[in-house]
């Protein structure tokens, strides 16, 4: 089986679907001729042609825009925004058009488009190429928002996406993009949309990640079983919809939880899981469930590696959760 | 008043010191010293010495993440830009914003912009207020014609047109927005139709000589000052390096990047000059002079202290953040 990295899982699932599908389209910018900045779609322009890959111009409200037209219509548009930072030109179109338009219409239409887009930090891109703006589109009603943490993960999730009738966000973790190679099938396979995982299994404390932070997550899970504590680690995937019920389950068994994003804390999506927990299983609570997370301010230029929730902070959460004695 | 010569010469200086200082920033950063994205000025820095040479004190200036260059240009020192590409508390935003967020406040630089097409709209929310208030300052916005397919940028010119504001547009035509050429996303080739869409002046020119600029950038400054309205400039130009340091401008041919350095700026006014019967050792000098600031810039720069987490958390609003933040840094 070959050994791929997430940036060559996904190019992966591209040719896939591209070859099962004619109506699946990729556009975006410099996403044809130079196989966009991170190289996730390289080749397709030569294997596809310029109709089905497409160099766009610098217009993210007009990539949406016209993926949703066409997506109205049956076409499976993959749009790619370059960074999730740019994706609030378009923020317009997404909320109000994407996310509505099977409402709005009764049922009758449906927007089967994946918006492609590298997310969260890691390569000091300061303020506008490292943001995590996934808890905006949980936020909004009508959209399914993905976030895999591995290249296994990342082709499976994807190709469920393409072939899933509503909008979907597919946030890629750019950190991750290279760092990680790991058996991933020539062939085509799918991972459900809406399903978590539970990648290690623990008994003091349930720790729940996605993305870039699962890695940070779990290194964190070693470091504190050293001192005895049994951490058990979620990878959430799917964010939305959330898969509460494998969170839930871990909670009753374990009594304490913490959750990791790189986003802020101030209505992050650990607050609603945090929500969601507490109100599904307050009484197996066992201490109070604790966030770790990007700090409350714009994602910085320098410090960041002090902003990012790595593990040299993720375990004395952990620590302190396992040994809480009320 | 200096003469012809001696202005020509202070240009030369301004756009060797662009060249040098970009030169160390890309060496710093192949040495890990900078982080991130840094998008080099190499090739386009007659325009951004011609340009700021057509405004005088309390003028406006928006640019792009490219923004090294203009910012010398206004008369930032290269310690404090140096100082910034590296994230220290000496830096121009004191660390906070890296290659891409320069300011100025002193010189009326009002921003480096991550996001594309960003600052056109406040480019001309703040050409308004110099009408609403009547301080005859114009506003300069810069953008690269990759910038002219975004909303954003529509929408300002839109206003600016509309409102008949004290500004003028630049767009620094180097031919690819990243890896794409104009003519694959563009259905015109003359960029300046646009501006007649909003019912504005439009120039369009070569930017390789640095006595033009200054002299077509200064009439449209010129007509925005005395309150007859924008203007929209096209100016031709292209770009030595890769749209950033992580881009390795595969996507043009060698011979063509030969054949566009035979309009280097540098070369240009360095000829007019000495044409003008300037001698080798007049440049000598400022070329000497130059490199001597950049070294101590860069020098500085390395000693200086890194950016302060109490700056991070203090200057995200005026009201200062509240503690869990802090104490979740501290430990
Ligand atoms: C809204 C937004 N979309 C995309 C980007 C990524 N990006 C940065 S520069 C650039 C190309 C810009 O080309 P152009 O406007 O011609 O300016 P140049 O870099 O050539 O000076 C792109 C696609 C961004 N920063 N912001």
């Known amino acids: 089986m070959p050994q791929m990295n997430l940036v060559q899982a996904v190019n992966s699932a591209l040719r896939t679907e591209m070859r099962n599908d004619e109506d699946v389209i990729v556009l975006g910018e410099d996403v044809g001729k130079v196989g966009g900045v991170f190289r996730v779609t390289q080749g397709l322009f030569d294997e596809f042609g310029d109709d089905r890959v497409i160099d766009t111009p610098l217009a993210e409200g007009g990539i949406i825009g016209t993926a949703i037209g066409m997506a109205l219509y049956g076409l499976r548009p993959v749009p790619e925004i370059q960074f999730s930072d740019f994706i609030f030109p378009a923020f317009d179109q997404i909320v109000s058009e994407a996310a509505k338009f099977r409402y709005r219409s009764g049922g009758e239409y449906t927007v089967p488009m994946v918006i492609r887009t590298p997310v969260g930090g890691g390569i000091r891109g300061g303020h506008y190429h490292s943001q995590s703006p996934e808890s905006l589109f949980i936020h909004t009603a009508g959209l399914k928002v993905v976030c895999p943490s591995n290249p296994y993960d990342a082709k499976g999730l994807l190709l469920s996406a393409i072939r899933d009738d509503d909008p979907v966000l597919f946030f890629e973790p750019k950190r991750v993009y290279r760092a990680v190679k790991m058996d991933v099938p020539e062939d085509e396979y799918t991972i459900p949309i809406g399903k978590a995982k539970v990648v290690r299994e623990g008994e003091d404390v349930t720790v729940v990640g996605w993305g870039a932070m699962l890695f940070e997550a779990l290194a964190s899970a070693d470091e504190v079983a050293e001192e005895g504590v049994s951490a058990e680690v979620i990878d959430l995937r799917t964010l939305w919809p959330v898969d509460i019920d494998t969170i839930v389950e871990s909670v009753k068994k374990t009594g304490r939880l913490v959750i990791v994003h790189e986003a802020p804390k101030a209505c992050g999506f650990g607050a609603e899981l945090l929500s969601l927990v507490t109100e599904k299983a307050f009484v197996h609570l066992e201490a109070p469930p604790v966030r770790v997370t990007g700090w409350d301010t714009p994602f910085p230029y320098t410090l960041e590696m002090e902003y990012l929730p790595l593990q040299h902070r993720i375990t004395p959460a952990l620590l302190e959760t396992a040994k809480y004695i009320p | ?331």
Request: aromatic share 8%; hydrophobic share 40%.
């Open chain 2, 1 to 331: 008043m200096a003469s012809g010569r001696d202005a020509l010469l202070e240009h030369y200086r301004a756009m060797y010191l662009i060249r040098r200082f970009e030169e160390e920033a890309a060496r710093a950063y192949a040495q890990g010293k900078i982080g991130g994205f840094l998008h080099l000025y190499i090739g386009q820095e007659a325009i951004a010495v011609g340009a700021a040479a057509a405004l005088r004190e309390g003028d406006q200036v928006f640019q792009t993440y490219r923004d090294h260059g203009i910012s010398l240009a206004l008369g930032m020192s290269a310690e404090k830009g140096m100082a910034e590409l590296m994230g220290k508390d000496t830096g121009c935003s004191r660390g906070m914003g890296g290659s891409m967020h320069f300011f100025d406040k002193e010189h009326g630089f009002m921003g480096g912009w991550g996001i594309v097409g960003g600052h056109v709209a406040v480019a001309a929310g703040a050409a308004f207020k110099s009408k609403y208030l009547g301080d005859e300052n114009v506003t300069l916005c810069f953008f690269g014609e990759g910038a002219t397919n975004i909303g954003g940028f529509h929408e300002g010119l839109s206003l600016a047109g509309l409102w008949k504001l004290p500004i003028v547009f630049i767009c620094e035509n180097n031919q690819y927005a990243m890896g794409t050429p104009m003519k694959r996303t563009s259905a015109i080739s003359d960029l300046t139709l646009k501006a007649q869409g909003y019912g504005m002046h439009g120039d369009r020119f070569e930017g390789y000589d640095v006595k033009v600029v200054h002299e077509r950038v200064k009439q449209a400054v010129d007509r925005a000052r005395k309150g007859e309205g924008p203007t929209f400039i096209e100016i031709e130009t292209y770009r030595f390096r890769g749209h950033s340091m992580s881009d390795p401008a595969k996507y043009r041919s060698r011979a063509e990047l030969e054949e566009r350095k035979k309009k280097d700026p540098l070369v240009i006014t360095k000829d007019q000059l000495q044409q003008a019967g300037a001698t080798i050792e007049d440049l000598d000098n400022i070329e000497i002079q130059v490199e001597e600031a950049v070294k101590a810039a860069v020098k500085a720069a390395d000693d200086a202290e890194p950016a302060k987490e109490s700056v991070m958390f203090d200057s995200v609003m005026a009201t200062k953040l509240g503690p869990q933040n802090r104490e979740e840094a501290a430990r």
